[in-house]
């Protein structure tokens, strides 16, 4: 799927989907970005971005295909536009639905934006006419905004080792509680040893790193969060990256560690393989996964 920002052949058919007419569609469509995510068969995602000030910066729509929807895409359009916001140097997003959009809601809160403020009867003074949604009335939006933090990814020097490992500390203590503690000492002593065998990069959040991968060829030999970080898309911008400018294409999981799991197969990693002993030949299964 690739991203695509396009200035005409708008297409109307997706963003009537997240708006009610084309009239609403026009008022701010022709002074927006529109972006859109195509296959190589067909559109399948828009998204229109307004910039309100040097600092602010508004989805003014997004919208998926009907036979595309709940596949991902529309997390991965967030992803996109945290990307644009971020290489523009806003410092936040805001996104205005329907009160009663209880779905849409959930979609954003999901991708790390919070409620702000409440436009009371906005849809009301908007249309001039009640505007129904699964048999609801349109009256209020709520307003949600996400702030976008200065990070960057930059290859690892073997001076950040220390704050490296520190990372690597964090995330298997918040993460791995089934690992025995003789063998997280163990492997807190080898770690410094593995780090030097893959391509390194950090994720510095405001300066600090926050998390980090290593890649090798096309496997992502390692990828770890702080604890204090999670839940703030620094893994996923990571692995993102790692996809689409290193091409991996393999990675390899503890069995255990279920969360990760999760998060790889919503990337589309699947389980191609399984091995009875990690690397280090101990007792942790490991799954191969690969998309």
């Known amino acids: 799927m690739e991203l695509e920002k396009i200035e005409n052949n708008y297409p109307y058919n997706l963003l009537l989907l997240a708006d009610e ?26 998204f229109c971005l307004l910039a309100h000030d040097e600092e602010t910066i508004e989805i003014m729509n997004i919208a998926v295909s009907l036979e595309m929807q709940n596949k991902g895409i529309g997390s991965h359009l967030m992803s996109e536009i945290e990307k644009i916001a971020r290489k523009g140097k806003y410092k936040t997003i805001i996104v205005g639905t329907a009160d009663c959009g209880f779905k849409q809601i959930h979609f954003y809160e999901k991708n790390g934006y919070s409620r702000y403020d409440l436009k009371k009867d906005f849809f009301l ?3 001039g006419e009640p505007i129904f949604e699964n048999g609801i009335m349109l009256k209020d939006m709520v307003m949600l905004r996400k702030k976008i933090e200065n990070i960057e990814i930059e290859k690892a020097d073997f001076k950040d080792y220390n704050d490296i490992i520190a990372v690597w500390e964090s995330s298997v203590k918040a993460t791995h509680d089934f690992l025995k503690s003789e063998d997280f000492d163990f492997y807190r002593k080898v770690i410094p040893g593995f780090l030097s065998q893959v391509d390194l990069y950090i994720l510095r959040s405001e300066g600090k790193i926050s998390a980090f991968m290593g890649i090798s060829g096309e496997n992502l030999e390692m990828l ?11 893994g996923k911008y990571l692995l993102e990256t790692a996809i689409t400018k290193n091409k991996i294409k393999k990675v390899d999981v503890n069995e255990q560690n279920r969360q990760a799991i999760g998060f790889y197969e919503k ?11 990690d690397p280090m030949n101990k007792d942790y299964p490991i799954l191969h996964l690969s998309l």
């Open 21 to 46: 007419t084309i009239e609403a569609i026009n008022k701010y469509l022709f002074d927006s970005d529109v972006y859109i995510a195509k296959t190589e068969k067909e559109t399948v995602g828009v």
């Open 125 to 127: 003074e908007k249309f």
């Open 267 to 277: 990337f589309g990693f699947r389980v191609i393989n399984r091995s009875e002993k």
């Open 224 to 234: 770890f969060v702080s604890d204090e970080s999670r839940g703030k898309g620094y």
